[in-house]
């Protein structure tokens, strides 16, 4: 088995597109259904992100539940976060800190327009 896809129930479309595409970073690709209803993303060789329209309200976060992103240089996305004025925090929620693993990877947390928790890391 592989993965195929991860799929987010949001409250509007529009916004959690602009957020995964232009904070994130991730591309947009074709989806079949046509229906205004759907965004799919393109998050690795294989694997998608959906998001899908119709969630009534925001989750209730737990950020052990999270969707993880790699980037290159964490200084880089830090100072995106800062741009877009996202609050962003280590894992034990301190603002604006960033986690430091035993392995030398750095982890920022931050939440999406609906609440899900997004990590971001420099692990290669």
């Known amino acids: 088995a592989r993965l195929n896809h991860i799929a987010l129930h949001v409250v509007d479309l529009n916004k959690s597109t602009q957020f995964y595409r232009d904070l994130i970073g991730i591309d947009t690709i074709p989806e079949p259904f046509h229906d205004g209803k759907h965004t799919w993303f393109r998050v690795g060789e294989s694997t998608q992100l959906h998001l899908i329209l119709g969630a009534q309200t925001a989750v209730i976060p737990d950020k052990n539940t999270h969707l993880c992103f790699s980037v290159g240089s964490m200084n880089a ?48």
């Open 77 to 124: 996305f830090i100072e995106r976060l800062n741009q877009a004025k996202v609050p962003y925090e280590n894992w034990v929620g301190e603002k604006g800190k960033i986690t430091l693993r035993v392995d030398g990877v750095q982890q920022v947390y931050f939440q999406d327009p609906d609440l899900h928790w997004v990590e971001i890391n420099d692990a290669r």
